[in-house]
């Protein structure tokens, strides 16, 4: 069961993905302002989410370091597929060159835990043109497969 995964966003959208995850988990409570959040916790009775906003300030900053080895690890993947590949790398780049978000998401015990998880999960990717990073592959919030490190795509 996953508890973890990062938003890649290609757009801004703090206030939007406030909005997003109020909608669907009532409970949510968030740190900091509504145009530069830090975090939004939702405790419900199966569980717990936590969204953590991360943007970039400058060269090796947390952001480049999360960042960083994410997009030379899909770099290095070997693929048939090269639309996918390029799609994969494409939406990471975006995402450094336009100084935008990473969120990180975790759930507890699992986002399988609430179905709202993994719905929040989604409709927050696509607030921001994101697509979802699993640990070992990016997904688009509809779930279909980029690309994983192994090579595979469902496109």
Not at 65 to 90: G, H
Request: aromatic content about 8%; proline content about 4%; some cysteine.
């Amino acid at each position: 069961m996953q508890d973890a995964a990062t938003i890649i966003a290609t757009r801004d959208g703090y206030a939007e993905v406030k909005d997003v995850i109020t909608s669907l988990l009532p409970a949510a409570r968030l740190q900091g302002e509504v145009s530069s959040w830090k975090t939004i916790t939702a405790e419900v009775e199966s569980g717990t989410i936590v969204f953590n906003s991360l943007s970039y300030t400058g060269p090796m900053d947390r952001f480049s370091r999360i960042w960083l080895p994410i997009s030379s690890r899909f770099d290095q993947v070997r693929t048939k597929n090269k639309n996918a590949k390029e799609r994969a790398l494409n939406t990471l780049n975006q995402c450094l060159n336009q100084r935008k978000l990473l969120i990180g998401v975790t759930a507890a015990p699992a986002f399988e835990a609430d179905p709202r998880f993994s719905q929040c999960l989604a409709a927050v990717a696509e607030a921001v043109g994101g697509l979802i990073f699993t640990g070992e592959a990016l997904v688009e919030p509809s779930g279909r497969l980029i690309l994983d490190f192994k090579g595979h795509s469902d496109l």
